[in-house]
């Protein structure tokens, strides 16, 4: 357990000295807040009730989709993996550790714009903190999970790069952090029910802050978490070929 700590903490100063995930995980889900938050809110101030929800939604779903599945393929091309495999430590461990350290990452950025938008654009603070935070957590497990299983999938950091905007852009446009669901054609609100976060929204509505959803704001929890178990069972089973593997 002192190892994996050890390996954690320098993980996570790595992250924050690596100037892609700086940007990745910091730099532009803030300064795409502060755009949103200054112009949205401006055009429609209903925009104002689940900023910050939305806002973590676009932040969490950057960060783990677009910022982990890279490293982790260039892990695997550079020889990373295989060296660890050697030493006796299980393939699964590094990604496992870089996914701890995305967690938190992203755990900080949401809890800054959840602490700033009330602050900065007069935004809607959670009824409810606990169901924020709860929802929050099930919405970073499942999009890390969905980041890990990408980049275990992917045979190069291009593909990697590609399948991440396939469900990056998604999820901007459909899970209804941008505007609400209900206002898309009745095909893109099924496609939507594809996305972690658009359960997130739902969660985040219904439960945080106490408003009408389109479907069952605990039941949006318990689906978006299962999407996680998922994708985090196949993301696993992919990194334990992969140690099997010569």
């Not at 104002?48 to 950057?62: D, E, I, Y």
């Not at 045979?155 to 952090?177: H, K």
């Not at 739902?202 to 945080?208: I, R, T, Y």
Request: proline residues 6%; charged residues 10%; hydrophobic residues 55%.
């Amino acid at each position: 357990m002192k190892a994996l700590m050890k390996h954690l903490l320098i993980q996570f100063r790595m992250d924050i000295r690596e100037r892609g995930t700086l940007m990745t995980y910091y730099l532009i889900p803030l300064v795409f807040y502060l755009f949103i938050g200054a112009v949205f809110t401006s055009v429609n101030p209903l925009v104002k009730n689940t900023l910050a929800a939305s806002m973590a939604v676009f932040a969490a779903t950057m960060g783990a989709v677009l910022g982990t599945p890279v490293p982790v393929v260039k892990m695997r091309e550079s020889g990373v993996l295989r060296a660890y495999r050697v030493s006796g430590i299980p393939g699964w461990a590094v990604p496992f550790i870089h996914g701890i350290s995305a967690f938190l990452h992203l755990l900080i950025v949401s809890s800054i714009i959840l602490i700033t938008a009330p602050v900065f654009f007069g935004a809607g603070r959670p009824q409810d903190y606990t169901a924020f935070f709860l929802t929050l957590v099930m919405l970073l497990f499942s999009t890390i999970a969905i980041g890990m299983l990408i980049g275990a999938a992917a045979r190069s950091q291009s593909m990697a790069v590609m399948l991440s905007q396939m469900v990056f852009l998604p999820t901007v446009v459909l899970s209804g952090i941008m505007f609400p669901a209900s206002m898309l054609p009745e095909p893109l609100r099924m496609l939507g029910r594809l996305l972690v976060g658009t359960y997130a929204m739902e969660a985040f509505s219904g439960l945080a802050y106490g408003l009408a959803t389109d479907f069952s704001a605990p039941w949006s929890i318990l689906v978006g978490a299962c999407i996680g178990i998922l994708a985090a069972g196949l993301a696993m089973l992919r990194f334990r070929r992969m140690g099997k593997s010569p």
